[in-house]
């Protein structure tokens, strides 16, 4: 069976501090997607990746790939209560359950 | 920015009743999928269309769900009846695969319709 795996599923964090979400994927792909959706809102393109060992990052947010161990994470430095969302990722068509993140002042 | 469009963005309904979901998706954009978020399931893909050929719908409950798309320009998501179980948030998206790979392609999601079977 084909599945996107995230961890955590819920996060509460406190500004200023560091945290990683993984996500873990079933098939042999070489990309991997992450989408934030804010609270009643619908998903927005975060990061593409690509190929094995690319990274991305974007302010706060850096995203990396490893396509040998399946693997993707989503890292958060110095949290900012902005950052709070659902972080999801996605192989092509295929969404993990997301992450719930929380930033607490 | 091209967008993907959805009608209606809230439906409340009784159960019994027929519900019909429309979305126009971007212009050169060559596949369509609908998803239903619930708190509980999350993210689930229910169909998807390439060149307007559907390709996969075995996410849709066969009984009651059913996805079309009669134009480019317009897919549909049907209901009837419709349950109290269905209600949700249904999103549709819309990329441009080749080759069968999404590749830079991302999905761009519509607003989503929050559909209410009382």
């Known amino acids: 069976e084909l599945k996107v795996e995230q961890n955590p599923l819920f996060l509460s964090m406190q500004e200023g501090k560091n945290y990683t979400i993984y996500c873990n994927y079933s098939t042999t792909s070489d990309r991997l997607y992450w989408y934030r959706q804010d609270p009643g809102k619908s998903l927005e393109s975060l990061f593409v990746l690509l190929s094995n060992g690319a990274v991305k990052q974007e302010g706060r947010l850096m995203a990396s790939l490893d396509t040998k161990a399946r693997l993707s994470t989503l890292h958060i430095t110095a949290a900012v209560h902005d950052l709070s969302a659902t972080y999801f990722c996605?192989?092509?068509?295929?969404f993990g359950a997301g992450t719930r993140l929380t930033v607490k002042p | 920015d091209a967008r993907v469009t959805q009608t209606p963005r809230h439906k409340v309904t009784e159960m019994g009743q027929e519900v019909t979901m429309r979305c126009q998706p971007i212009l050169g954009h060559n596949t369509v999928f609908w998803y239903r978020q619930t708190m509980m399931q999350g993210l689930e893909l229910l169909a998807y269309f390439r060149n307007r050929a559907p390709l996969d719908d075995s996410g849709m409950p066969k009984d009651r769900f059913s996805a079309e798309m009669p134009d480019a320009t317009l897919a549909t998501l049907k209901i009837q009846p419709s349950e109290p179980r269905d209600s949700a948030v249904y999103f549709c998206a819309s990329g441009l695969v080749q080759d069968g790979r999404f590749g830079a392609n991302v999905l761009t999601f519509g607003a989503g319709s929050r559909l209410t079977v009382l």
């Open positions: 996605a192989e092509d068509m295929r």
